[in-house]
């Protein structure tokens, strides 16, 4: 499994939109790591340099060493939407992560080996879904539909696996369930995993690791114990003009609300 490396990293939109700013880390291999960040922060555009959807303006990505280039087959993606077929079953669905393996002229032909229908079996159970595999995604919850899509993400055997706000638009039941599989698909098969989360309840219960990134930069990189009421304020509202810290706890709310529930409070007055 290999370990991702950032080396001043910077991506520039247009001149004058920095997505990131100089971004150097390490994750190692295994690490379930999560972005925090306000909206904007960079977290998204972070995300798809790793997976060579986005070429940085500078800087290097390296994966187990290697500078990365281009869509790598190693990086499984997990995305808000889930992007399924409706009319296809949840093993259909899964199935369908094979085809970066099997080229689209055998996939579209349902010419699939038995090991790759093995692994989108797998991979359904891994997600708890087993019983659900011929079940048409139509039909399925939002949460369900997300676990389809982690074992979609599965069955392409990823060495690291990104998940870009995967349970933003889940109740926090359903939303929990879908970390609860990610995190359990990324322990039983040593997964090196990133995601993004606006829910900072559920990512403080989930991440082994957390990136705090504001304005493109990574202002925060530790544990949950490291991740207080200061650092929480620090990454979702920043530092004043002149270098302050801004005031902890005014009017924030608690750790644990959503940015936009932190927002909403903010716009309800009392930070200054
Ligand atoms: N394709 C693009 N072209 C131009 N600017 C972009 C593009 N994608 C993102 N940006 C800008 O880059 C900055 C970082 O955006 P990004 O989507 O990475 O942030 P984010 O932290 O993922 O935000 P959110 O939590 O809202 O998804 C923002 O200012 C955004 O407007």
């Known amino acids: 499994m290999p370990t991702i490396e950032f080396e001043n990293v910077s991506k520039i939109y247009d001149e004058d939109t920095v997505a990131l700013d100089d971004v150097s880390f390490t994750i190692d291999e295994g690490e379930f790591v999560i972005l925090l960040g306000p909206s904007g922060a960079g977290k998204s555009t972070m995300l798809r340099v790793l997976n060579g959807l986005t070429q940085p303006t500078e800087g290097s990505v ?5 500078e990365l280039q281009g869509n790598r ?26 085809l970066s393996r099997n080229g689209l002229v055998r996939s579209a032909l349902g010419l699939h080996a038995d090991a790759d229908k093995m692994t989108a079996l797998e991979a359904l ?14 039909s399925m919850s939002g949460g369900q539909k997300q676990r389809v899509g982690i074992a979609r993400a599965l069955v392409q055997n990823p060495e690291i696996v990104l998940a870009d706000e995967p349970v933003a638009s889940l109740d926090p039941k359903a939303a929990r369930d879908v970390m609860r599989y990610l995190k359990k698909a990324a322990t039983e098969q040593d997964l090196t995993t990133i995601t ?3 829910q900072v309840n559920i990512a ?3 991440g082994d690791r957390f990136l705090g990134i504001r304005d493109g930069e990574v202002i925060f990189d530790g544990d949950a114990d490291d991740l207080t009421m200061d ?4 990454i979702y509202y920043g530092e004043t003009k002149s270098g302050e810290t801004i005031p902890t706890g005014a009017a924030s709310g608690e750790v644990g609300e959503t ?3 932190a927002d909403a409070a903010t716009d309800g007055g009392g930070r200054a």
């Open 196 to 198: 993004s989360l606006h």
């Open 259 to 261: 940015d936009a529930e």
């Open 62 to 66: 390296r994966i187990g060493g290697k």
């Open 73 to 98: 087959s190693e990086v499984g993606m997990v995305f808000q939407e889930h992007y399924l077929i409706e009319s296809k079953t949840a093993f259909g669905n899964a199935l369908s992560g094979a």
């Open 231 to 234: 650092e929480m304020d620090r």
């Open 204 to 206: 403080r219960e989930f």
């Open 125 to 138: 159970q891994t997600v708890g879904l087993l019983d659900e595999a011929g079940q048409r995604a139509e």
